[in-house]
């Protein structure tokens, strides 16, 4: 299973630079029409998504997951940094899997 990222050009860029294929999103329809293109991907198992995008399509991104359950959805920060008040990728990790990273 791949990783998918889906964010500003800066950040598709640096995750193309590890192998990480991705889509440039500057806009609400444009991370939407991203985010149902990589589900309907069998080969895609984690999209990441950078949290300013997520935060604007957040019922959608919830909907999506309630109706296909295989892939997993993770918001990361993108360059300009985290949103204040999000929780971090280890929190996420600890308190899904019960461990530390």
Sequence with gaps: MKFYIIG???TVI???LVGIEGAVALSQ???LRSLRQALNRNDIGIILITERLGREIQPIIDELLSQKKCTLIL???DLKGPL???RTVEEVVLSA???KV
């Design 8 to 10: 500003d050009k800066d």
């Design 14 to 16: 640096g995750f193309s």
């Design 29 to 31: 329809a444009e991370a």
């Design 75 to 77: 918001q990361i920060p």
């Design 84 to 86: 204040q008040g999000r």
């Design 97 to 99: 899997l019960g461990v």
